[in-house]
T-cell receptor
Framework: GQNIDQPTEMTATEGAIVQINCTYQ??????LFWYQQHAGEAPTFLSY????GLEEKGRFSSFLSRSKGYSYLLLKELQMKDSASYLC???????????????FGAGTQVVVTP | EAQVTQNPRYLITVTGKKLTVTCSQN?????MSWYRQDPGLGLRQIYY???????DKGDVPEGYKVSRKEKRNFPLILESPSPNQTSLYFC???FGEGDAQYFGPGTRLLVL
């Protein structure tokens, strides 16, 4: 989506930590999702942030700062199976009755090397 | 097993030949959506449905139609496919519009 920016590719070594940043612009922020997508497969849900702060789920954590329009996904103790594309998606509420449109970023390809 | 299924998984067709991609979910989800994924553009929403008989346009609805006659099914119809509709298509569902979505395995479409 044109209002969501994330790096195209990142490379890291097995066992290391990688931080994937996502910046966004919305008229009415209403939640941010992170999805993981392995090559040739469907996206799978990783995390959801709607309030500022850090959400931790095992090796994966996601952080949100609404005032800065910024989120990051932190992957710790990287494993080879973490090589995938990571999609940032933002819900933009535009004053309708619904929750708002979900806009996806183009994704960040993470390559984990031995 | 809770899942979203799509058929066909791969399809090669010619310009102008009507086609339908089926999507079905067995989780009793109210919200369903269709996306297309193209290199460098990410996932873009085509149409979505908040419940039976309730559908609305996403960001790129031109050239597509949908229907939601039953809760579990949400077919995507291309009345007259064109080469610019060559893409990877995903169906997704969730309990509600604000919830995390479950994606189907994808349908890779080539329009010649």
């Amino acid at each position: 989506g044109q209002n969501i920016d994330q790096p195209t590719e990142m490379t890291a070594t097995e066992g290391a930590i990688v931080q994937i940043n996502c910046t966004y612009q919305t008229s009415g922020f209403n939640g941010l999702f992170w999805y993981q997508q392995h090559a040739g497969e469907a996206p799978t849900f990783l995390s959801y942030n709607v309030l500022d702060g850090l959400e931790e789920k095992g090796r994966f954590s996601s952080f949100l700062s609404r005032s800065k329009g910024y989120s990051y996904l932190l992957l710790k103790e990287l494993q080879m199976k973490d090589s995938a594309s990571y999609l940032c998606a933002v819900r933009d509420y535009r004053g309708t009755d619904s929750w708002g449109k979900l806009q996806f970023g183009a994704g960040t390809q993470v390559v984990v090397t031995p | 097993e809770a899942q979203v299924t799509q058929n066909p998984r791969y399809l090669i067709t010619v310009t102008g030949k009507k086609l339908t991609v089926t999507c079905s979910q067995n989780m009793n989800h109210e919200y369903m959506s269709w996306y297309r994924q193209d290199p460098g553009l990410g996932l873009r929403q085509i149409y979505y449905s908040m419940n039976v008989e309730v559908t609305d346009k996403g960001d790129v609805p031109e050239g597509y139609k949908v229907s939601r006659k039953e809760k579990r099914n949400f077919p995507l119809i291309l009345e007259s496919p064109s080469p610019n509709q060559t893409s990877l298509y995903f169906c997704a569902s969730s309990f509600g519009e604000g919830d995390a979505q479950y994606f189907g395995p994808g349908t890779r479409l080539l329009v010649l």
